[in-house]
């Protein structure tokens, strides 16, 4: 079922669905709605929240994944290496907490904060506070750290926060899909947000100017801690578990390096059993699936579960001058 819901999304979004034409006036209804809230903000009719510290928003305008995640795992490590104390926010999606405002390391729970903010505190060691309401995400987290700037993983359409810098993730290989606003289209808003963003990078794709590449290092034995190389799964049939936005791009790295890969059916975010997946091959998944099995919460098979951590590479003269204009908009006073 998710892998058929998942491949009707595609067909309407990123092909030539004649069902998207139809759901247009749905979409129009979205472009009022959403085109009021903003400018609701933009006229001072809803109040906006301004940090004490500067606020670095990496967002995307398009609903599932593009590679945001590793980008702001990125631009945190970078923002450290110039010479800053970033500390990062998230909404926590799938999160089940009781309490909105939670702090977040990397033994906490996904199944409370959120299986992105955990694999955040995990890659970096960075304090992250999780919380639909960014604000009070903002004030606990400067309550508990001394951070100097806040990396908000996701946002750019959360206008009651103000921020000093917007950075937008596309994926380059489906960029807009069919270039219409939900339902019919994958957009949150307009393409023209991509001309006032004040950064644009892009995940793979064709050649084009802030392009990055994910990256893969070896990969990691769910259980053991063992590393192998992708490499040496090379003509092994693996089972691939991808609870991600676009897990085709999962499956094609693997089927690049050699791997024969059959896909397992997950929704973004989704869990799925440990002793639910196939045992007849190894079974190969994402890190940001891979945060949801905490270890000795369920019977393990070292042998068989793996999960493969990548990062956002840039070009380097490229990453230079992004990191230099990012840093040229934060306030300083």
């Known amino acids: 079922m998710a892998e058929s819901n998942a491949r009707r999304i595609e067909s309407l979004w990123y092909g030539h669905s004649k069902l998207a034409w139809l759901l247009l006036p749905l979409s129009l209804l979205y472009w009022l709605i959403s085109g009021l809230h903003r400018w609701c903000y933009s006229a001072g009719v809803f109040k906006r929240y301004r940090s004490p510290v500067p606020v670095v928003v990496v967002g995307n305008v398009t609903a599932g994944g593009a590679g945001k995640t590793p980008v702001v795992i990125w631009l945190a490590r970078q923002l450290q290496a110039s010479g800053l104390r970033p500390g990062i926010i998230s909404r926590g999606y799938g999160g089940e907490r009781d309490v909105d405002v939670m702090p977040v390391d990397a033994d906490s729970d996904p199944q409370l904060a959120g299986d992105e903010p ?116 090379s003509g092994v049939t693996v089972a691939a578990l991808a609870g991600i936005g676009n897990p085709q791009r999962f499956y094609s790295l693997l089927t690049g390096a050699g791997l024969q890969v059959q896909p397992v059916p997950a929704d973004d975010h989704q869990r799925i059993p440990l002793n639910a997946l ?56």
């Open 118 to 233: 955990v694999l955040i505190a995990r890659s970096t060691g960075f304090p992250v506070q999780v919380g639909a309401d960014r604000r009070a995400a903002i004030e606990a987290l400067l309550i508990r750290t001394d951070i100097d700037v806040i990396v908000s993983d996701d946002g750019l359409q959360h206008y009651a926060l103000e921020r000093d810098a917007e950075l937008v993730v596309v994926d380059g290989e489906r960029l807009l899909g069919n270039g219409f606003l939900l339902p019919a289209g994958p957009l949150r808003e307009s393409a023209t947000k991509l001309q006032a963003a004040d950064a644009v990078v892009f995940n793979g794709g064709e050649e084009a100017a802030n392009r990055f590449e994910l990256i893969p290092g070896p990969l990691v034995n769910l259980s053991t801690g063992e590393q192998r190389s992708l490499e040496s799964f």
């Open 278 to 333: 196939p045992s007849d091959h190894p079974v190969l998944m994402t890190e940001k699936d891979a945060v949801k099995y905490q270890p000795g919460s369920e019977p393990l098979q070292p042998e068989n579960f793996w999960y493969l951590p990548v990062r956002a590479v840039f070009k380097r003269e490229e990453e230079q001058a992004l990191v230099m204009k990012i840093r040229s908009l934060l306030r300083t006073d």
